[in-house]
């Protein structure tokens, strides 16, 4: 089977596809406070274009695939999308992140579309909270939206937690003590740097060493080997039946162990997150171009893949790299989380 290796002999084998830059939610911390200008609907990719590039991706080496946004159920007819990879030759994986607004409307039929797996964002658990850091958003649909993806099979169910100090850090916690209860992962990610209007400063950055101490504070924990687990290192309290794990892209960063690519809605690949290279498909897909030329432009954009990003913890490195706009320019929602 064919494999694709970058300069630095990475397996990539990961893509993360961003099928809309538009979000039902605004958080604080991912999208400015009057939203962003939606990007046309010309700009952004049709279905076809997608499942042509996850193809030809596919015969290359591509494994896995991700689908995320801005917020992906909120793009038209994703069931669809949903069933045209889950047979596709070569893809072995497929995945959907979510802020579970409209999940429990659409867990169903995205089980039956061949979905397996889902993450959903989820940063508080207090219902004025959340209402206030996502500017109007409804914890409860996302409650249902959960218990909805559990009643559909949808397993394992991820819940990703950043947690940002003077904002939800406060609920580290309560967080943990879910997998008490449920069969669910809890995942911490440190917050990083992302042109949000300020929001991201060093004092409001917590390590995952910090987060870890604080779980820890709710009992003991045990690591756990977990397949696949991707970056992030999994633990459980005693007798829980969901896990923990944490996400340290700051901190200690899995660089060497990346295996991705994104694609955002407008065409664009990005083979790091916090490089500002891209790579446009749009110009070659729209123009005829026959598979080979997508093939390669795949191909130049894993030879093109950094070693790594030079972001670490020293709170003065991060604060100069965001006064210099040296950290990512394109907010979250429209690279693709
Ligand atoms: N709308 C979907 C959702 O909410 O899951 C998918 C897109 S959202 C951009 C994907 C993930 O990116 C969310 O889990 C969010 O917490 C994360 N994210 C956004 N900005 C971040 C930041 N600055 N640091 C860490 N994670 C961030």
């Not at 939206?145 to 939800?168: C, D, F, Q, S, T």
């Not at 200690?252 to 790091?272: Q, S």
Request: proline share 5%; hydrophobic share 35%; net charge positive.
């Amino acid at each position: 089977m064919t494999s694709l290796k970058d300069r630095y002999k990475r397996t990539i084998d990961y893509l993360r596809i961003s099928i809309t830059d538009r979000c039902n939610l605004r958080w604080v911390y991912c999208m400015p406070s009057d939203g962003l200008i939606p990007l046309e609907h010309k700009e952004i990719l049709r279905y076809e274009e997608i499942i042509r590039i996850v193809r030809i991706a596919a015969e290359i080496g591509v494994r896995r695939v991700r689908i995320t946004g801005g917020e992906p159920l909120v793009r038209r007819n994703v069931t669809h999308l949903i069933s045209s990879l889950r047979n596709m030759e070569g893809i072995k994986d497929l995945s959907l992140t979510t802020n579970g607004i409209l999940l429990s409307g659409l867990a169903k039929k995205l089980a039956e579309s061949g979905l397996k797996r889902i993450n959903i964002s989820l940063d508080s658990l207090r219902p004025d909270r959340f209402k206030e850091i996502t500017r109007g958003g409804d914890l409860n649909l996302v409650w249902k939206g959960i218990e909805a993806a559990e009643e559909a099979g949808l397993a394992p169910i991820k819940l990703n937690v950043v947690p940002i100090r003077g904002l939800n850090s406060d609920e580290i916690g309560d967080f943990a003590k879910l997998t008490l209860k449920y069969p669910y992962q809890i995942r911490f990610i440190e917050f990083m740097p992302f042109g949000t209007e300020g929001l991201w400063s060093p004092e409001r950055f917590i390590s995952v060493e910090e987060i870890k101490s604080i779980v820890e504070s709710v009992g003991t924990i045990t690591p756990v080997n977990v397949k696949r687990s991707g970056p992030a290192v999994y633990f459980r309290l005693d007798n829980a039946p969901g896990m923990i794990g944490f996400i340290s892209p700051i901190s200690n960063h899995f660089c060497k162990e990346c295996n991705r690519l994104r694609l955002t809605a407008d065409g664009k690949l990005r083979p790091c997150l916090f490089s500002e290279t891209e790579i446009d498909l749009k110009p070659s897909l729209r123009g005829g171009a026959p598979d080979d030329e997508i093939e390669r432009l795949i191909k130049l954009s894993i030879e093109v893949k950094p070693r790594g990003h030079n972001i670490g913890i020293r709170s003065s490195e991060l604060w100069s790299l965001m006064k210099n706009k040296e950290c990512s320019r394109r907010p979250m929602s429209r690279i693709g989380g």
